[in-house]
């Protein structure tokens, strides 16, 4: 069975300022397809924790995006609480919540995230369809889901391994509080918190930029960026964020 990594010492590794984040969305993604294609889900909040090398908290900004072109389907709601009419007020324009984000990586930070890679392939469809760059190759990300893997020791079904834990699942392994689960601000706030947990028990935790083994064919043929990983959003955390 795996067996997480730990760290060794590597005085020139470089050192990272860090920024949890979690995004929730209209829908569920269809892996099979680029971020952007038509259908694939939106951003409908955005949470960002910058943090210390350390994991140390010292800012927290939540964006909820108001709906244009799009509405949100009745079971991401059923999962993460937004409706159509709160998002239409308190909402603001999906470039606020992009331009936050571009600066977090003009900062140099990595990201921390509980499933990073349907989170980065959020914001890479969104910053597409705004016609801005998406950014793939200059962010770095932790993905604390997958480092939990090795941790939390949870059996898969057919005995062979160990699965993805969920968030509530690798929460409780620390014997950590779950704030506001399956929202933004709440998962944001756990991802950092588990990385925190992780980095004491000296698991590896440098950041990476994650390609996908077979990327759409589409992509494939422009030469287009990678996408995520294969979706692991339903076993790991409910499905809609």
């Not at 210390?52 to 909820?64: E, M, V």
């Not at 308190?90 to 499933?115: C, M, Q, S, T, W």
């Not at 062979?160 to 409780?172: D, I, N, S, V």
Request: hydrophobic share 40%.
């Amino acid at each position: 069975m795996p067996k997480e990594k730990t760290k060794e010492l590597d005085l020139e590794a470089p050192i990272y300022a860090w920024c949890g984040f979690d995004t929730e969305t209209s829908g569920l993604f269809d892996f099979s397809k680029p971020a952007d294609a038509p259908g694939q889900p939106r951003l409908a909040a955005l949470s960002l924790v910058r943090c210390t090398p350390g994991f140390a908290i010292t800012d927290q900004k939540l964006f909820y995006i108001k709906p244009v072109g799009w509405t949100m389907e009745p079971g991401a709601q059923a999962v993460n609480g937004l409706s159509q009419e709160f998002l239409l007020e308190h909402g603001v324009p999906v470039a606020e919540a992009l331009d936050a984000y571009e600066n977090v990586i003009k900062e140099g930070r990595a990201f921390v995230a509980f499933n990073a890679q349907f989170d980065t392939k959020v914001m890479r469809a969104e910053f597409r369809r705004a016609g801005r760059p998406d950014f793939f190759e200059s962010t770095p990300n932790l993905c604390v889901m997958r480092k939990c893997i090795g941790v939390c020791k949870i059996p898969k079904a057919n005995g062979r391994g160990y699965k993805f834990p969920k968030l509530a699942e690798a929460m409780a392994h620390f014997k950590l509080p779950q704030p506001e689960a399956h929202t933004a601000a709440g998962d944001a706030l756990s991802a950092v918190m588990i990385a925190r947990m992780l980095s004491q028990i000296g698991i590896d935790l440098s950041p990476e930029v994650h390609y996908a083994k077979n990327r759409p064919a589409d992509e494939r043929q422009a030469g287009a960026p990678s996408e995520g990983a294969e979706s692991v959003r339903d076993e790991a955390d409910g499905g809609a964020g």
